[in-house]
């Protein structure tokens, strides 16, 4: 059975401060696919309320990336999963060591921000 789990926070996502227009999808990967992505995804929806950023987020597990890449906008891992993806890949080392974790979860919000270019 497959580990992955879809999760929108609220309705639709909308930010809490100005919202945006546009969701941004991410995917957060851990090797199960559970408790790493999910405290990952937690700080990400929260940060993202506060930015006005709207998300859908997917939780999976490391051999699952390749099922749900293309529906995306990119990718968040504490896994080793590499760069060989079609959608940006980011680092999520900072979210099981500390170290770095506020300016990472900085630097997602802003990645969220951006325009998606498809």
């Known amino acids: 059975m497959p580990s992955s789990c879809v999760k929108e926070y609220g309705t639709f996502v909308p930010g809490i401060e100005g919202g ?16 790493t ?3 990952a995804e937690n700080h990400i ?3 993202c309320k506060k ?11 490391a ?24 959608k940006p890949v980011v680092d999520g080392l900072p979210f099981l060591t500390g170290i770095g974790r506020d300016e990472l979860i900085e630097k997602i919000v802003e990645l969220a921000k951006q325009e998606t270019t498809e």
């Not at 945006?20 to 408790?35: D, E, N, Q």
């Not at 930015?51 to 597990?61: A, E, M, N, Q």
């Not at 051999?63 to 999963?81: G, L, M, N, Q």
């Open 45 to 47: 929806i929260e940060a």
């Open 20 to 35: 945006s227009s546009l969701l941004k999808k991410i995917l957060f990967v851990c090797a199960t696919g559970g408790i």
């Open 63 to 86: 051999p699952e990336v390749r099922s749900f890449v293309d529906d995306v906008d990119f990718i968040v891992s504490t896994a080793a999963i590499g760069n060989n993806y079609p």
């Open 51 to 61: 930015g006005g950023v709207d998300v859908k987020t997917i939780r999976c597990s």
């Open 37 to 39: 992505s999910t405290v």
